[in-house]
């Protein structure tokens, strides 16, 4: 039977590899709706318009509403659920692409904030509406459908980008040029220095305008990024631990070991046992 409260899209095919969509649609959940345990092969981001539900990642659950945004990265075990007296109603976009994970990295989302209440929830509902609206596998459907999700991804960015504190926008723009030399470097053995001069600002100064706009210190982002990357390998690759150290720029595997559990609390190992206890729950495909 159809089911007349929900309308989705899903893409057949496309040639774009650099960024392209997976599916996309809304939907007025039925009281207690649950998606997963499970994983996805894409990007997915819901943002609620209506009513609650209960997403679930990473151990963690988040309790959501009008208004929020919630993040899953591929094969990561999720679960989302509407509520049993409110239940949500929420537009969706799937997506995947060599340039993705890139764009994702400029939004408010992290490992540690897969969800996010959105400032601006009426322009990014239109993008997502917009999105559904250009669907079709003509090229000129595909290339609209695109141009949306840019534009998505845009007003997600610019969140991001507002949230920071106004110190300046040449201080601002340090801190942005920084991140960005981080996420291009951090698997070499570069350090707070190295990040220093390619920003054309000195040491102390970076330190100051990291502390003002980000929280922290520009060798704790770098660490908490480079652990970011190797719990992502840990996930979704079959390197060994000693390969996804030197993957992430730390070139003795004993002083990764001691990095990594100080940031997620246990060794790799451990964590990479979790991950794989979790997986052997999904069900056979």
């Known amino acids: 039977m159809t089911n007349l409260s929900k309308q989705s899209y899903k893409q057949s095919y496309t040639d774009n590899v650099e960024l392209s969509i997976f599916n996309c649609g809304h939907e007025y959940c039925v009281p207690g709706h649950t998606w997963g345990p499970g994983v996805r092969d894409h990007y997915l981001i819901h943002l609620v318009v209506a009513g609650k539900g209960v997403y679930q990642v990473g151990g963690v659950s988040h309790t959501l509403q009008e208004g929020d945004l919630f993040l899953a990265k591929p094969n990561q075990l999720i679960t989302y659920a509407a509520d049993e007296t409110d239940p949500w109603e929420y537009y969706w976009v799937g997506f995947n692409g060599a340039c993705a994970n890139k764009l994702v990295q400029q939004t408010p989302f992290s490992d540690l904030h897969p969800v996010h209440h959105c ?6 509902r239109e993008a997502l509406y917009n999105i559904y609206l250009s669907r079709g596998p003509e090229p000129q459907c595909e290339a609209l459908m695109t141009g949306y999700l840019y534009i998505f991804m845009a007003h997600l960015m610019k969140e991001a980008r507002d949230a920071m504190p106004n110190v300046g926008s040449s201080s601002s723009q340090y801190v942005l040029s920084a991140i960005k030399y981080i996420q291009f470097n951090y698997s070499h053995d570069i350090s707070v220095d190295d990040i220093a001069k390619a920003v054309g600002v000195s040491r102390s100064h970076l330190y100051r305008v990291f502390m003002a706009n980000v929280g922290q210190s520009p060798i704790d982002y770098l660490t908490n990024y480079r652990i970011s990357e190797a719990c992502s390998l840990l996930k979704n690759s079959n390197l060994s631990i000693a390969e996804i150290a030197v993957s992430v720029g730390f070139f003795d ?7 990594f559990k100080k940031v997620k609390g246990v060794p790799p190992s451990k964590y990479l046992a979790t991950l794989e206890k979790e997986q052997s729950k999904l069900p056979d495909k």
């Open 119 to 124: 400032k601006d929830p009426q322009a990014v």
């Open 253 to 259: 595997q004993f002083y990764f070991s001691r990095v």
